[in-house]
Antibody
Framework: EVQLLESGGGLIPPWESLTIACAAS????????MNWVRQAPGKGLEWISS????????YYADSVKGRFTISRDNTKNILYLRMNNLRDDDTALYFC??????????????WGRGTLVTVSS | DIQLTQSPSFLSASVGDRVTITCRAS??????LAWYQQKPGQAPSLLIY???TLQSGVPSRFSGGGSGTEFTLTISYLRPEDFATYYC?????????FGGGTKVEVK
């Protein structure tokens, strides 16, 4: 089955670090760029990071730049997000999403169910 | 950064209605726009990409239009399963951004 499954979320105190993961299955993971998108409780979607298929290019939203690091292991089909110096406003459901392309047009056509990160003392 | 403004933020409608949601970009994004549907407790689901191309498996009552800075998502005949929140997303350049969302509610 083609799917993405996030894990690693939980309750974490402010200023601490956490790494969440997204396990991919059912497709050739190494040929797709991947993304993290988050959704704070009751709020909209916020793109936070992307990584190229080979892992050589990374992109970040200003809100997480310098604190979060995206990475991937194409031998294990896993996407990671290392989150440092967590703040209250990082509390959100974190989704991983696959980026597909049709001609020059990108879109996120496969999403996981998300992992909840709650930052609180 | 490119800002996307969706309108309305909330929309009350009835089964059978035709509804249109607008997404305006702060600068031209050609047709690099996608639309997603999100139901409570679920992940977003892709409806349309390249502004007007229907994703495989999405019912034909959904349609997208526009280019440049103004885009629309239309549901031609609202069905009970269409009550949800809809988001536009620009994929013209980084940082990728989403609109604020439009919640379609039962009138």
């Amino acid at each position: 089955e083609v799917q993405l499954l996030e894990s690693g979320g939980g309750l974490i105190p402010p200023w601490e670090s956490l790494t969440i993961a997204c396990a991919a299955s059912g497709f050739d993971f190494r040929t797709y760029a991947m993304n993290w998108v988050r959704q704070a409780p009751g709020k909209g979607l916020e793109w936070i990071s992307s990584i190229s298929d080979g892992g050589g290019r990374e992109y970040y939203a200003d809100s997480v730049k310098g604190r979060f690091t995206i990475s991937r292991d194409n031998t294990k089909n896993i996407l990671y997000l290392r989150m440092n110096n967590l703040r209250d406003d990082d509390t959100a459901l974190y989704f991983c999403a696959r980026r597909s392309i049709y001609y020059n047009y990108w879109f996120f056509d496969l999403w996981g169910r998300g992992t909840l990160v709650t930052v609180s003392s | 950064d490119i800002q996307l403004t969706q309108s309305p933020s909330f929309l009350s409608a009835s089964v059978g209605d035709r509804v249109t949601i607008t997404c305006r970009a702060s600068q031209a994004i050609y047709s690099y726009l996608a639309w997603y549907q999100q139901k409570p407790g679920q992940a977003p689901s892709l409806l349309i990409y390249a502004a007007s191309t229907l994703q495989s498996g999405v019912p034909s009552r959904f349609s997208g239009g526009g280019s440049g800075t103004e885009f629309t998502l239309t549901i031609s005949y609202l069905r009970p399963e269409d009550f949800a929140t809809y988001y536009c997303q620009q994929l013209n350049n980084y940082p990728l951004t989403f609109g604020g969302g439009t919640k379609v509610e039962v009138k």
